[in-house]
Structure formats: C-alpha cells, structure tokens
C-alpha cells in the first residue's frame, strides 16, 4: 500500500503560480501511473493531470493544458503539478493519486480507475 501526501496549496491571485507536491510513502510509487484531480465546492471531482509510470506520457484536461505541467520524480517518490496562469476557476481542493494497474503507454483520466488517494490540498485563486 502506498500513502499519499500533497503540499504546496494556497492563496494566490489571478495570474499567479503554484506548484504542487505529491509525497508517497509505504512503498515506491515508481510502478504506478499516477494522477491529479480536483473538487470545487459543489461540483463533481474532475480529471486534471496525469502521468504513466515512467513519465513518458502525460494528459491533461482541456482546461489546464497550455497552464499547468505534471512532472515525477521516482527516485523521490514524488509528484509535482505546476500550475501557471491562475485563474479563479482554478480554485478547488487538488488531489493526488496514483493508478496500481494502468496502461504503461498512457495514464487514466477517470478517477474511478485509481486506487489509492491522498487528503487534497487547498488552492485559492483571488481575482
């Protein structure tokens, strides 16, 4: 089992920058695809980023592409999401997570097909 732990959230204004981090622990995540996902108040949980097991391929939603680059670094255990170009609409509780099973030639976008999750971390974007 792996535990999975963000950092880096906070309080930015439009047009700023964050990058977020992803900590695991347990166990190496080098063998999972791993991803980031976002929750809103009062909307569903939604696709961000994501990255196969050895960082070859990425995805991204419509709306971050162009703004955001998902990074990993295995020896480090660790997951990264630069965010640029904030935008209000940014706003939400970011989740890592990582995908046990998936493809080696490219990583999930539906959060069902992930297994292990963390506790979000908080971005706020003022305008």
């Known amino acids: 089992q792996v535990q999975l732990v963000e950092s880096g959230g906070g309080l930015v204004q439009a047009g700023g920058s964050l990058r977020l981090f992803c900590a695991a622990s347990g166990r190496t995540f080098t063998p999972y695809n791993m991803g980031w996902f976002r929750q809103a108040p009062g909307k569903e949980r939604e696709f961000v980023a994501a990255?196969?097991?050895?960082?070859?391929?990425?995805v991204l939603a419509d709306s971050v592409k162009g703004r955001f680059t998902i990074s990993r670094d295995n020896l480090r255990n660790t997951l990264y999401l630069q965010m640029n170009s904030l935008k209000p609409e940014d706003t939400a509780v970011y989740y890592c997570?990582?995908?046990?099973?998936?493809?080696?030639?490219?990583?999930?976008?539906?959060?069902?097909?992930?297994?292990?999750w963390g506790q979000g971390t908080q971005v706020t974007v003022s305008s």
């Open positions: 997570a990582a995908d046990v099973d998936g493809s080696i030639w490219s990583a999930g976008t539906e959060s069902h097909e992930y297994d292990y």
């Open positions: 990255i196969t097991r050895s960082g070859g391929s990425v």
